[in-house]
């Protein structure tokens, strides 16, 4: 179980993200299965994987050659085995670095998240050290990371509505099953504090690219108001997405086109007051 400062600041990195905190914490308790450092020469350090199939990928043919002679990369994914310990890991990802180190952090993945190295610049970040610095900063960042995944990868509405087989399936693949993740997540919620969602309960943050009715058809009202040019006609259409972006990037949100609870208190202070009846 984490730790007061870890529950704390997963709270704070999922307001930032509108996601519910039972819900990161869930995803991020069971990616990590409690566990988020190993002890590698005498520091905390984040779970790593190399993968030898994404290393061989990354290098030019010289290098290649020699990766593939020493056995540090190959074409076929899992050819190139990963020491049990993490210790181990560790130095295997240092002998990988000495034939070429930025490519030997892209072929990593680092953390809770498992997100891969190579994923630096689709996330936004300025390097690769950069990623591996968020990684390796605390378990915190460990956690931002994955959030920042879970974002960029349009994973955020699937744990919204609570889709915990979908994102499994989207964020573990095919294979979930058998490891059970959306029962675990879903449990991991509930011990969270997070309450499951019942069939027709109304929910702002499920407002989103393919819904519709009155709710939707407030929306749209909502964001003519403000000065976007849609029809209300109760549709969530890619008009009504492309405006709800534009109104989520203005207001310093995340701007993934999902109406939630963060996105509905940013437009009710933008909003005019109600007229009061006389």
């Known amino acids: 179980m984490f730790d007061a400062a870890l529950v704390a600041a997963i709270a704070e990195i999922a307001e930032l993200h509108d996601i519910e905190p039972a819900a990161l914490a869930a ?13 590698v020469n005498g520091k905390a350090e984040p779970l790593i994987r190399f993968e030898g199939h994404v290393f061989y990928r990354q290098l030019p043919r010289l290098k290649r050659n020699r990766a593939v002679v020493v056995g540090l990369a190959h074409p076929l994914a899992g050819r190139v085995a990963n020491p049990p310990s993490q210790t181990a890991r560790w130095k295997l990802v240092e002998r990988a670095g000495l034939i070429d180190r930025p490519a030997a952090l892209a072929a990593t993945s680092w953390g809770v998240g498992q997100v891969m190295g190579l994923h630096w610049r689709w996330l936004g970040l300025a390097s690769i050290d950069a990623l591996v610095a968020e990684a390796r900063s605390s378990p915190a960042g460990q956690v931002r990371l994955m ?11 699937l744990i919204v509505e609570q889709d915990w087989a979908g994102f499994a399936r989207a964020y573990n693949g095919p294979g979930y099953r058998a490891q059970r993740y959306d029962e675990k ?87 005019p007051p109600a007229p009061v009846a006389a």
């Open 27 to 39: 995803v991020a308790e069971v990616e990590s299965g409690g566990r988020l450092v190993a002890i």
């Open 147 to 157: 959030a920042r995944y879970i974002d960029r990868a349009g994973l955020r509405r």
């Open 185 to 271: 997540i879903a449990a991991a919620y509930r011990r969270h504090g997070g309450e499951p969602r019942r069939p027709g309960r109304h929910d702002p943050a499920l407002l989103a690219f393919g819904t519709g009715g009155p709710a939707v058809e407030e929306l749209q009202r909502n964001l003519r108001m403000l000065g976007f040019p849609l029809i209300a006609d109760g549709d969530f259409g890619r008009a009504t997405e492309t405006a709800l972006k534009a109104f989520q990037g203005d207001a310093g949100l995340v701007a993934d086109g999902v109406f939630g609870p963060r996105t509905a208190e940013a437009m009710a202070r933008r909003l």
